[in-house]
């Protein structure tokens, strides 16, 4: 069982639907769970960070998270074809430095 | 802009070669980290520094060395790789005040061995 895990998709939704993308992690001991952006040939860019259980919300996006279910889900509300890009899951655990372990990434097209 | 500098942006090297990235941050982070990222692959854990210590090293070969002279600086050197070192690698750095440790992002040193 991989530690995080993600559809790859690719997912298509219309321009200004909602997209939602989906996590599930293995290690009960992660603390902190992440969303990160990666436009092709980029680095990955954070997007929201969450680490209480429940929803987390920053303009367009929210992050919610269920502990109890080792599952956090990401919300596009208005997609835009500038979000088009691959969102990275990621989960970390503090072990000297933080050991941050990423999903295989969902591949969101909008569509004009 | 990215805070994460990161050099060179591309890197051709043979085999027999020795090469070094360098990365630099001045967030005044304390935590500092290598990935590497094959096509279409997420990032992949390499190394872990903390107060400038390596705190983490999963199990990546001897022919990858990393070294970090201060709180700003990590560099990774390079020896006798393979072809299949060629990836891009990612330097981030992140706060360890924080319980979060999100991490930011140099933009990547494209490597290609032949």
Not at chain 1, 44 to 72: C, H, W
Not at chain 2, 71 to 76: I, Q, R, Y
Not at chain 2, 78 to 94: F, G, K, M, R
């Amino acid at each position: 069982q991989k530690e995080v895990e993600q559809n790859s998709g690719p997912l298509s939704v219309p321009e200004g639907a909602i997209a939602s993308l989906n996590c599930t992690y293995s290690d009960r001991g992660s603390q902190s769970f992440f969303w990160y952006r990666q436009y092709s040939g980029k680095s990955p860019e954070l997007i929201m960070f969450i680490y209480s259980n429940g929803d987390k919300e920053d303009g367009r996006f929210t992050a919610q998270l269920n502990k109890a279910s080792q599952y956090v889900s990401l919300l596009i509300r208005d997609s835009q074809p500038s979000d088009s890009a691959t969102y990275l899951c990621a989960v970390n655990r503090r072990t000297g430095g933080f050991k941050t372990i990423f999903g295989a990434g969902t591949r969101l097209f909008v569509k004009a | 802009d990215t805070e994460v500098t990161q050099t060179p942006k591309h890197l051709v090297m043979g085999m027999t070669n020795k090469k070094s990235l360098k990365c630099e941050q001045h967030m005044g982070h304390r935590a500092m980290y290598w990935y590497k990222q094959k096509a279409k692959k997420p990032p992949e854990l390499m190394f872990v520094y903390s107060y400038e210590k390596l705190s983490i090293n999963e199990s990546v070969p001897s022919r990858f060395s990393p070294e970090c002279p201060n709180s700003s600086l990590l560099n990774l050197h390079l020896h006798a790789l393979q072809p299949e070192d060629s990836a891009l690698y990612l330097c981030a750095s992140s706060q360890l005040t924080r319980d979060t440790g999100e991490l930011f992002f140099g933009e990547g040193s494209r490597l290609t061995v032949l």
